[in-house]
């Protein structure tokens, strides 16, 4: 079992940056690869990016590709989301999610996070 929760959402103006944190529990987080997903009001969830179990492999959308880097930290039980150069369109309830399998789909994810909001002012 592992329960997940993000932190560090906020406002910011475009072009600005925050970094999001997901801290889990659970002795078995570093089996996991972690992802970042989000949802804007009257769409689907949306992948972000996932990292291995290890950190040593990471998946963008191309979306976010250039602007966003992950990371995890498998001692303090944490993932963490850099993203700079915000749009307005970033905008979003941002959540973490943990799977065994390497996926983009969220319902193969197997853990969530209950969110952080992600609001970028134009």
């Known amino acids: 079992q592992v329960q997940l929760a993000e932190s560090g959402g906020g406002l910011v103006q475009a072009g600005g940056s925050l970094r999001l944190s997901c801290a889990a529990s659970?002795?078995?987080?570093?089996?996991?690869?972690m992802a970042w997903f989000r949802q804007a009001p009257g769409k689907e969830r949306e992948f972000v990016v996932r990292i291995s179990w290890s950190g040593g492999s990471t998946y963008y959308a191309d979306s976010v590709k250039g602007r966003f880097t992950i990371s995890r930290d498998n001692a303090k039980k944490t993932v963490y989301l850099q993203m700079n150069s915000l749009k307005p369109e970033d905008t979003a309830v941002y959540y973490c999610?943990?799977?065994?399998?390497?996926?983009?789909?969220?319902?193969?994810?197997?853990?969530w996070g209950q969110g952080t909001q992600v609001t970028v002012s134009s």
């Open positions: 999610a943990a799977t065994t399998r390497p996926a983009t789909s969220p319902s193969l994810y197997d853990y």
């Open positions: 659970g002795r078995t987080f570093s089996a996991y690869a």
